[in-house]
């Protein structure tokens, strides 16, 4: 799975927005969330939660203190 995180990162650049998928219930409710927001015309407010690069320095950060 770590061997895949690596494509999986890179891939990331294609996309506006991002969910780290720790928890199956949470991820699927962000998913849900993101596609509500830019059908409603949220795209723009979406980004302070759910944009790519915060969502990914997120998790970097996370995964830095892990070790």
């Known amino acids: 799975r770590l061997a895949l995180s690596d494509v999986e990162l890179e891939a990331a650049e294609i996309f506006d927005f991002a969910v780290v998928n720790d928890d199956l219930d949470t991820a699927v409710g962000d998913v ?27 998790w970097r950060r996370e995964a830095d203190t892990r070790g």
């Open 32 to 58: 849900l969330a993101i596609v509500r927001g830019v059908r409603e015309g949220r795209a723009d407010a979406l980004g302070a939660r759910y944009g790519r690069d915060r969502v990914l320095e997120l």
